[in-house]
């Protein structure tokens, strides 16, 4: 079964701190793996999309790696903000096109 | 550019009651999509639509029914409420089903009594 999984489910850090979040996945055949961050209230927006040949991608103060041999990504975010308070998503497409999301890391974000 | 927009944002529904959840999209996106989010879980696929006329299952079906009459609009349907639909639908847009990154409406929060 392709599944998704995300840690630690939920996680608080001061601000001005950094982060790592972790995602395991067991989908098969993979195609693109993405980091979403989703505001309370919100949908989803779009932070990083790697593909199979990628092992790192950068989108701002956000940094997403993806090992796809043991096919583990991590997001990690640099001198967080109250604004990083968010759930962050991971979603990894199969090659059918079909997204597998997961549960989300919620973050907080402390002054 | 308003991106995606979903009307209403919430919803209150008696079961055995009808209705539609509306999304608009101005990006002249071809791919359209429906999600629900329910707690503790990944967002799952409803149903999705490749281009006007077009529309296909996704993971969670049941209950709900789609149409893509013009590119912009793809309304979801909910024809006979039940409490087990009670969740927060978003609707994304893309390119292409295999584009980078969708964009996703705010969210529609449907409660079933």
């Known amino acids: 079964k392709n599944q998704v999984e995300q840690s630690p489910q939920s996680l608080i850090i001061l601000e001005g701190k950094n982060c790592t979040l972790q995602c395991n996945y067991t989908v098969s055949p993979f195609s693109n793996l993405r980091w979403y961050k989703q505001d309370t209230g919100r949908g989803p927006v779009s932070l990083t999309i790697?593909?199979?040949?990628?092992n790192t991608k950068s989108n701002g103060r956000y940094t997403a790696t993806l090992d796809a041999d043991t096919k583990q990504s991590s997001l990690h975010i640099t001198a967080s903000q109250l604004s990083d308070s968010a759930s962050y998503i991971c979603v990894v497409m199969h090659s059918g096109y079909a997204l597998n999301f997961g549960k989300g890391t919620s973050l907080l974000v402390t002054p | 550019n308003a991106g995606v927009t979903q009307t209403p944002k919430f919803q209150v529904l008696k079961t055995g009651q009808s209705m539609t959840l509306q999304c608009a999209q101005d990006?002249?996106?071809?791919?359209m999509s429906w999600y629900r989010q329910d707690p503790g879980m990944g967002l799952r696929l409803i149903h999705y639509?490749?281009?006007?006329?077009?529309?296909d299952q996704g993971e969670v079906p049941n209950g709900y029914n789609v149409s893509r009459s013009t590119t912009e609009d793809f309304p979801l349907r909910l024809l006979s409420a039940a409490p087990s639909q009670t969740s927060v639908y978003f609707c994304?847009?893309?390119?292409?089903?295999?584009?980078?990154?969708?964009?996703f409406g705010s969210g529609t929060r449907l409660t079933v009594v």
């Open positions: 994304a847009s893309s390119y292409s089903r295999i584009a980078d990154g969708y964009t």
């Open positions: 990006m002249n996106h071809e791919y």
């Open positions: 790697m593909t199979f040949s990628e």
């Open positions: 639509s490749v281009g006007a006329g077009i529309t």
